[in-house]
């Protein structure tokens, strides 16, 4: 009878925490959409115009670290807890094929920043094995081409797939729990990821399929406005010539 009813409030919580995620993310994308829309009609206004744009009309890292500063706000409301770092990846395709992975916006801004935070790192086109024991989770994840979210959910699996400086830092691994969501374009290339890390063990609760039916339903939606805005960023070049 005890498991039944711890049961049934875990369900009943996981309901609760739907409706309060789902609220969250239909307020979080309209908001998003409006600040994008503007955004888009002032470059169109200079366009037409002047012929020309400022490089401040339009900001694909500005879509960025609101799709951050939200999926923080969502995970607080939702789990009751702020102890959390979010991070968005943009990947570039570079024409000798590697890939460029930049770190451009992180979330929340009063806590230290990452160390390769706004640093660009080059992705090989090809690793072994052994090469990818010395590469971050992301460029791990870029390189497997998935856009199935990684859920890690306890610290010795976080241990596994992150990279450590050296073996005192991996002891002292601060992240308990790793959430990665690919961002893939139409031709199912990543494009981007949106990394959640918990910095204590248990704040992301409930079993992993149920963790991905909510990353899918509520997390996914408002991290794939940053495809939005990378596609209007590279349509936005094509017009002005990357100015």
């Excluded at 012929?51 to 670290?65: E, H, L, M, R």
């Excluded at 930049?102 to 390769?116: A, H, L, Q, R, V």
């Excluded at 086109?125 to 081409?145: D, I, S, V």
């Excluded at 963790?211 to 991290?223: C, E, G, H, N, Y």
Aim: hydrophobic share 35%; glycine share 4%.
């Amino acid at each position: 009878l005890k498991f039944e009813l711890t049961d049934a409030r875990l369900k009943l919580g996981e309901k609760e925490n739907a409706i309060v995620g789902y609220e969250y993310c239909l307020s979080s994308i309209q908001a998003t959409l409006e600040v994008t829309a503007q955004n888009i009609n002032k470059l169109r206004y200079d366009l037409t115009h002047d012929g020309v744009s400022t490089d401040t009309v339009w900001d694909f890292k500005q879509t960025c670290a609101l799709v951050c500063r939200d999926t923080y706000n969502l995970l607080n409301n939702v789990y009751k807890n702020n102890n959390f770092e979010v991070s968005y990846i943009s990947f570039k395709r570079n024409s000798n094929g590697t890939a460029s992975a930049y770190m451009n916006s992180y979330e929340p801004k009063n806590n230290e920043m990452p160390s390769i935070y706004q640093r660009t790192i080059i992705i090989p086109k090809y690793a072994t094995r052994k090469e990818q024991k010395k590469m971050y989770c992301f460029e791990k994840l870029y390189l497997e081409g998935t856009s199935a979210p990684l859920i890690l959910l306890d610290e010795e699996k976080v241990r596994r797939n992150f990279l450590f400086k050296n073996e005192e830092a991996k002891k002292t691994c601060k992240y308990k729990q790793y959430i990665a969501i690919p961002i893939c374009c139409q031709s199912k290339k990543v494009i981007g990821m949106l990394q959640i890390s918990a910095l204590e063990n248990n704040i992301i609760k409930g079993d992993e399929i149920s963790i991905k039916k909510f990353l899918i339903a509520i997390l996914r939606p408002i991290a794939y406005l940053t495809l939005l805005a990378n596609k209007t960023q590279d349509c936005i070049d094509s017009i002005t010539g990357g100015k």
